[in-house]
């Protein structure tokens, strides 16, 4: 009996062990860390030293520049635009792959194809073409018609719409996958029995697609949402914030404070603050994602 | 026509099809498919086409495919770019990261992940909760205090901030490896594609003597299968397209990856806009591969006949 028992207690220490080298990952490098962001950015930090305590100075000079407000609403433009641009044509795509009987399996092959790239060379290549002189893709297709070259990424109101572009065409295979999978799902009886129930093509779509990955959807619009809120790779790497900050995000500003401008307690205060906003849209998320479990 | 006879209800059924406004909506479709699979290639031929230009011919733009193509040419010109570029040592780099990122995420979330669902402690339901909150906590806002934890990044004990233990792992490898064992959403993955194997077969190996790693190697990583090899793509693939971390945690050039590398080379001298497109290419080769080899193995169940009676 005793044996037993020291066996049990040997197998569970086992079972700890096991799940210790992961615990202790997470706790280094998620659980520290943002705790350790949140802690520090109450404090005066001179380069990456800690000095003293200092309230909430970081938080009110964030708050208090102009760059925070031109941040945050760069930011919700990223968001509309990438929800305007995003949403749609995987959604659409999907369903007309799904309608295909001539070359189904070529075109999802070439749809895919951009997903494939590594997300640098991707926007690399687009930078490219988006390029001012007469070397660019899409100054080459201007060229072509007669006009002049254009600066795609030099306007202050389109640039970020020119970068959500790239960030949708590298980013649509994937969803557009996602869609696609959820339809093969769909059972064929459901669409024949709204066929006998006299429902045309667009019925079909209304009464039985959509009601069928509702759910699915929705979740995807709030990722897609959280995802696009901390872009920051696109304005780094195409147009360092530029020009004059037009497409400059929040995350960039993180970034720009920390490691270009040495203000350091400045962005750890505007990461907690990201942090807020985004953790009131995850806890959204959570909530969507049990009524969709529900309703399934 | 008789392909269409075989087609399965969806939005257009057969009888649909057979109509010519039906036709005509269907090869409208079709019409919509072949600009959108031009959209997504064109760009890709565009790079293809300009690797093997000349400086001078990309700069003046007016003509879409290179003139004075030859074969001869075009492997001269890979040769060449493959001189001006000097990515074999990042690409060592980035193979050897790829393959221990890979080993310690299988291990690490693998067994976290089979003790979570197979081996249920008291206790652990609260770790579970922590590791799916974890899963849910934006990453970008952490960049700063992540990179500030590696300045003084704590080993054996974790008495605060500025502690004599700690150890700046800045310039080395360990934040990358130490990140691939925190895997939260992995490890939920691992977890849930183990629930789908019957109790019923651990707790036979188990009476067969088999110990956790036994079962877990033998047993379970075979068993789940699909989701192995799409962790472990996601793991192999990972340090190829990841140029922000290396770029910000590696001061030693020597060090950088293929990504990083790329997005540092384009003001070097030699590094004409030809030879920088090669590199592009040189870089989505190997992602691209990884993704032929994993595709067919990451569908598909396999857990029919496992368990009889």
């Keep these: ?296 | 026509m008789n392909r269409f006879d075989n087609k399965q209800t969806t939005l257009l059924s057969r009888t649909e099809l057979r109509t010519v406004k039906g036709q005509i909506l269907y090869w409208c479709l079709f019409a919509i498919l072949v600009i959108v699979a031009g959209v997504t290639l064109f760009p890709c031929i565009w790079m293809v086409l300009n690797a093997f230009k000349t400086p001078r011919e990309i700069a003046a733009g007016n003509t879409f495919i290179p003139e004075n193509f030859s074969l001869k040419s075009a492997i001269e010109q890979i040769l060449y770019a493959w001189d001006m570029l000097e990515m074999e040592r990042s690409i060592v780099n980035t193979l050897f990261l790829s393959l221990t990122k890979c080993a310690i995420t299988v291990l690490c979330s693998g067994f976290a992940g089979y003790v979570l669902s197979k081996r249920r402690q008291k206790g652990m339901g609260v770790v579970f909760t922590l590791v799916v909150w974890t899963m849910m906590m934006p990453g970008s806002v952490r960049t700063v205090s992540t990179y500030l934890s590696y300045l003084s990044f704590p080993f054996i004990i974790d008495d605060g901030f500025d502690s004599v233990t700690n150890v700046n792992v800045l310039n080395t490898y360990i934040p990358f490896w130490v990140s691939a064992a925190a895997g939260s959403f992995t490890l939920i993955l691992f977890k849930n594609a183990f629930d789908a194997i019957p109790n019923t077969l651990v707790d036979a190996a188990r009476i067969d003597g088999c110990s956790n790693v036994r079962i877990f190697f033998q047993l379970m990583l075979p068993l789940a299968k699909p989701t192995v090899f799409y962790v472990m793509m996601g793991a192999l693939s990972g340090p190829w397209s990841d140029y922000f971390t290396p770029y910000l945690l590696l001061s030693d050039k020597s060090k950088y990856t293929v990504p990083a590398w790329l997005f540092v080379i384009e003001s070097k001298t030699g590094v004409t806009q030809n030879v920088y497109m090669m590199g592009l290419i040189f870089a989505s080769i190997p992602p691209a591969i990884l993704y032929l080899f994993f595709q067919r193995r990451m569908s598909g169940g396999i857990m029919i006949g496992a368990v009889k009676g």
Excluded at chain 1, 15 to 26: C, G, H, K, V, Y
Excluded at chain 1, 49 to 54: G, K, M, R, Y
Aim: net charge positive; aromatic share 14%; charged share 10%.
């Design chain 1, 1 to 296: 009996m005793k044996k037993k028992g020291l066996g049990k207690l040997k197998s569970g220490l086992v079972a700890w062990l096991l799940l210790l080298p992961a615990l202790i990952a997470i706790y280094l490098m998620v659980w520290r860390p943002q705790v350790m962001g949140i802690a520090l950015s109450f404090f005066k930090l001179k380069g990456y030293s800690v000095q003293e305590f200092c309230g909430l100075d970081n938080y009110i000079r964030v708050l208090s520049s102009k760059n925070f407000p031109l941040a945050l609403k760069n930011t919700l433009l990223y968001v509309f635009w990438s929800f305007t641009l995003g949403f749609l044509p995987p959604l659409l795509v999907a369903f007309f792959i799904n309608e295909m009987v001539h070359f189904k399996n070529g075109f999802k092959t070439l749809i895919y194809l951009p997903a494939l790239m590594p997300g640098i060379t991707v926007m690399l290549l687009w930078k490219f073409m988006y390029s001012a002189n007469s070397s660019g893709l899409l100054n080459m297709i201007l060229a072509k018609f007669g006009m002049d070259p254009y600066g795609w990424l030099n306007h202050p109101n389109t640039v970020i719409l020119m970068l959500v572009i790239e960030m949708t065409w590298c980013g649509f295979p994937g969803t557009m996958f996602l869609y696609y999978t959820t339809l093969q799902g769909i059972q064929m009886e459901l669409y024949e029995a709204a066929m006998i129930d006299g429902a045309g093509p667009i019925g079909r779509f209304i009464h039985v697609s959509i009601p069928q990955m509702g759910g699915l959807l929705a979740l995807n619009i709030v990722n897609q949402i959280i995802g696009v809120f901390q872009v920051m790779n696109e304005p780094l790497v195409m147009t360092g914030g530029g020009p004059n900050g037009a497409s400059m995000s929040v995350s960039y500003l993180l970034y720009r404070y920390a490691f270009l401008e040495g203000k350091v307690g400045d962005s750890l205060a505007l990461g907690t603050i990201i942090f807020l906003i985004l953790m009131v849209a995850t806890c959204f998320y959570f909530y969507l994602n049990k009524k969709v479990e529900e309703n399934l």
